[in-house]
């Protein structure tokens, strides 16, 4: 299995300030048609998790651009550039290159400051 | 707007077998543009796939789960459906289904059902 390590567990931002989130994998998630398979997600409390990266630094629809993911191989990150209030909650990395079986990091809680 | 929803009985007995069925509407649940997908979530705990099933109608299991776990899917009542067998009290978690796009995510998530195994 492909084990995926977020870092940190914690994260205490205060509003306006940036953010950074990483996800290190055990094996590449970069494919040989160049793309990595990693994907970013967003519990807020209470809430069904929502996509907001995939395929490494691509945004979903209707994610403010103030989210960026960059990083290729084994190693990933998710920005936020000024953490705002809706921010709040657990974010998850997740594999997607090795289908079995697909593999999510432990999750990183942000919190305000 | 694609809709999920999660359905089943909240509480399962120890050894018995866990049914849940995630209802789609305002799409199609036969497109070979998407897969479909349970993850689960323990009480306090992160994320856990399940297994997906593609339009092809193969299916992929979580190789810890695999011997359990039953994904399907009824086109002519657009859902997805989840069998667990001889479930334990590791098995109480919140379940999802989700919709994974090609090229994509899980962009479309339920709203998740509570199941609990308890006597």
């Known amino acids: 299995d492909i084990v995926v390590t977020q870092s940190p567990l914690s994260l205490p931002v205060t509003p306006g300030e940036p953010a950074s989130i990483s996800c290190r994998s055990s094996?590449?998630?970069?494919?040989?048609?160049?793309?990595?398979?990693l994907d970013w997600y967003l519990q807020r409390p209470g809430q069904s998790p929502q996509l907001l990266i995939y395929l490494g630094s691509n945004r979903a629809s209707g994610v403010p651009d103030r989210f960026s993911g960059s990083g290729s191989g084994t190693d990933f990150t998710l920005k936020i550039s000024r953490v705002e209030a809706e921010d709040v909650g657990v974010y998850y990395c997740l594999q997607a290159l090795q289908t079995l079986p697909l593999t999510f990091g432990g999750g990183t809680r942000l919190e305000i400051k | 707007q694609l809709q999920l929803q999660e359905s089943g009985p909240g509480l399962v007995k120890p050894s018995e077998t866990l049914s849940l069925t995630c209802t789609v509407s305002g799409g199609s649940i036969s497109s070979s543009s998407f897969y479909w997908g349970w993850i689960r979530q323990p009480p306090g705990k992160g994320l856990e796939w399940i297994g997906s099933i593609y339009y092809s109608g193969n299916t992929y299991y979580n190789p810890s789960l695999k011997s359990r776990v039953t994904i399907s899917v009824d086109t002519s009542k657009n859902q997805l459906s989840l069998k667990m067998s001889s479930v334990t009290a590791a098995d109480t978690a919140v379940y999802y289904c989700a919709r994974r796009t090609y090229g994509s995510g899980f962009d479309y998530w339920g709203q998740g059902t509570q199941v609990s195994v308890s006597s």
């Open positions: 094996q590449t998630l970069l494919h040989s048609n160049g793309y990595n398979y």
